[in-house]
Every structure is written in C-alpha cells, then in structure tokens.
C-alpha cells in the first residue's frame, strides 16, 4: 500500500472473481470510491486485459485489488488466483497494484443488499461492484491514515 502513496489521482478497485469481476474508481482527491459496473469477460487472462485496458483508458494512477484472505488468516486457492490475475496485470499496465486483505467486502456488501432488500437478479449485478466499492474506500482510508501518520513522523 505504501507504493500508492507516490501516487496521485483516481485509484482502481477490484473485486476480482471467475465469474464477475467487479470494478470501482476513485475521486481524483482519493476521497471516495464509487461503483462503476463489473466486468465478465471470461478467463482470467481476459480479465487481466480488460482490466488493463481500463487503467490505460482512464489514466488510473494505481490498482487495488482484493485479496481473498481466509477467516483464520490462511491463503487458499482464491487467493493464489487473484495474485496469478494482479501478476497478468502488472505486465501490462505501469501503475502500481496493491492487495488488501478483503474477508469482510462479500459480508459486507451482502449485509448492505439485505437492508436494503436488494434481491434476486438485481442482487447478483450490484454485489460485485459493491464489493469492489468496499475494498477501494478500505485501501483509501489507509491510505489517508498512512499519509497522516507520514506527516506527523516527518
């Protein structure tokens, strides 16, 4: 996360799954994410690409994507495939990529939909994007904490 600090301007989230992966951007003063939509364009090479695609097309500045932690801490095949997915990312975009640890989007997100009685179909096209929406206003909380702590140390 420290390498986002060298950067300035609007922050990339994502949420990234086999199925859908969702997408968020940030202000160009890092102060809010906003939901933009999921992508699903097939495999995960594919998705690196249209990822990729976005970044260049949109003048991203950095990328956080989330990284599927285990409840007890432990890494498991999700989170392997979304590290293979930020390493096919990296090659094609020269920003920096970052991971947070996202255990808690998912139930959050779901929680969110919930009270709002957000179902069925509509459930499934908003979940992602909320999902990515969370993980990209985590990485820009810490990021204003890190830059605070920064300052006052400096």
Do not use: W
């Not at 994507?65 to 392997?80: D, F, I, Q, S, Y």
């Not at 820009?140 to 140390?153: T, V």
Request: hydrophobic fraction near 40%; include cysteine; aromatic fraction near 4%.
């Amino acid at each position: 996360m420290e390498r986002l600090l060298q950067t300035h301007g609007k922050v990339l989230g994502v949420d990234f799954g086999d199925v859908r992966t969702g997408l968020a951007v940030s202000d160009a003063s890092r102060l809010l994410a906003s939901g933009i939509g999921y992508i699903s364009p097939g495999g995960i090479e594919k998705t690196a690409s249209a990822v990729a695609d976005y970044v260049r097309e949109n003048r991203i500045s950095a990328v956080v994507v989330g990284l599927p932690v285990n409840m007890n801490g432990t890494e498991g095949p999700r989170a392997e495939r979304a590290k293979k997915f930020v390493g096919l990312l990296e090659k094609q975009i020269t920003c920096p990529v970052a991971m947070l640890d996202e255990r808690l989007s998912t139930k959050e997100a779901s929680r969110y939909l919930n009270e709002t009685n957000t179902r069925g179909a509509k459930r499934k096209q908003v979940i992602d994007t909320l999902s990515a929406q969370i993980i990209l206003q985590a990485a820009l909380d810490r990021l204003k904490f890190l830059a605070q702590q920064s300052e006052s140390s400096g």
